[in-house]
């Protein structure tokens, strides 16, 4: 071999260090996914100044520091519920499933399955999922557990799963909502681990996602994280790791939130109730985060006020209102952030 022909040689071996280090950090680049879940109250009965709160959340959405890059909807149980949060959001989140449980012919969806009911008297159940990359694939399970005690049981409750494609990872996030406490169901705890249990079924066997892949569950799954048992429960019939550590409010906080003082005051609860009923954790039985942030409680309001009759007045206990009002639901959103490598 000549000189002339080993310098090229030499040369050529140099140029491919930097090309294959560049092809390594690529492939070993960290993907991260940034979950949101918002229970906007948007029931189609009673008066609970459903219009004028609809009306300025995609705004608040909108001026978050830290856009998420999924948000899971939950009782968003009105055509205008869904066509205002989708129409105002659609330049920054272009792609939505349909509302769970609204038809039961799986229109929208690669498939549906579970117990959807077409009865008049049912509604839907109230959950949709928006992302600001491509959803590849969705799909609906509605619950077949339900508690014949209370309101939940006319509503096609059930959940979401979509598959997101970020920087060519897939990502199977579930958006959910489970049964919710009445006084005449003591036993309401039971029914929810029961559905996450059909939940794990429906993404395993019926599904069958597969274990590579990340699962991330997000939703009002209604168990107040100040029971520890009922978090261990949950946690357990889930197969997820939280990560959450209360802050001054959680994201049902009569407290700081008129909307969820009405709701208290309607209930027949506290006024000064503050607990966490939503939740965005990992699946343990799937693909494992590298790190996920602490789930964060934001206390998105609007940035106007406006007056609401209900509130004005005396609530008792030191509590007045002249009416004004800055809420958007009764619930405030939880985030957290997921990566992977």
């Not at 569950?217 to 946690?235: P, R, T, Y």
Request: hydrophobic residues 35%; neutral net charge; proline residues 4%.
């Amino acid at each position: 071999m000549t000189l002339f022909n080993i310098k090229k040689r030499i040369a050529f071996l140099v140029l491919l260090v930097p090309l294959s280090l560049l092809f390594s950090s690529v492939s070993n680049a960290a993907t991260s996914l940034r979950v949101m879940t918002f229970n906007i109250m948007q029931l189609g009965y009673q008066n609970w100044d459903q219009s004028n709160r609809l009306q300025r959340t995609p705004n608040a959405i909108r001026q978050l520091n830290n856009l998420p890059d999924v948000i899971i909807f939950n009782e968003a149980f009105t055509d205008s519920a869904y066509s205002t949060i989708t129409s105002h959001l659609a330049d920054l989140y272009p792609y939505s499933t349909p509302v769970v449980g609204q038809s039961c012919s799986g229109y929208g969806w690669h498939s549906l399955n579970g117990d959807c009911s077409s009865s008049a008297v049912v509604i839907r159940g109230g959950v949709f999922i928006m992302s600001r990359y491509p959803i590849t694939e969705q799909h609906a399970y509605i619950y077949r557990t339900s508690h014949s005690k209370t309101w939940d049981y006319w509503a096609n409750k059930g959940a979401a799963l979509v598959k997101i494609s970020k920087n060519g990872m897939t990502f199977n996030v579930v958006g959910t909502h489970l049964q919710a406490d009445e006084n005449d169901a003591p036993d309401a705890h039971n029914y929810r681990m029961n559905q996450l249990k059909e939940m794990n079924s429906w993404i395993k066997n019926t599904l069958q996602v597969p274990s590579y892949q990340p699962v991330i569950i997000a939703g009002d799954l209604n168990v107040e994280f100040s029971k520890s048992q009922h978090v261990n429960d949950m946690k357990a019939a889930c197969q997820c790791q939280l990560n959450y550590i209360q802050s001054n409010y959680g994201s049902f906080s009569s407290s700081t939130n008129w909307v969820a003082k009405a709701n208290a005051y309607s209930s027949g609860f506290s006024l000064f109730y503050n607990d966490t009923l939503d939740y965005v954790m990992s699946h343990n039985g799937y693909k494992q985060p590298r790190s996920t942030t602490n789930m964060e409680v934001i206390p998105l309001k609007s940035d106007q006020s406006w007056y609401w009759s209900y509130l004005s007045g005396s609530w008792g206990q030191g509590i007045y209102s002249n009416g004004y009002y800055s809420d958007l639901s009764d619930h405030y959103p939880v985030v957290s952030t997921f990566t992977y490598y």
